[in-house]
């Protein structure tokens, strides 16, 4: 098991979109299973996952943003948010969190 980080900006984020119960639910599953999300291209190593949302499924659900810092195994949530809010996370905005 990994230990998670939350920078700031995912803190607030997080308010908006889960309840503290789903934002610690996802936080332990995240880890135990650091590799689980999909590394954004030109993103330094920055990996996004879905994860779901009370009332909406996996699908409908939110996006984390996070790095897998594997030799200080330590997980960095950078920012979460809504599927429908936005599709994607652009590798410039991702930098611009960090």
Known sequence: MRTVIETPTFQKQAERIWSDAERLDFIGWIAAN??????????DGARKVRWKRAGTGKSGGARVIYFNLTDEEIVLLVAV???????NMLPKDIRKVV
């Open 34 to 43: 650091p590799d689980a999300g999909d590394v954004i291209p030109g993103a």
């Open 81 to 87: 948010y809504a599927k429908a809010e936005r599709e």
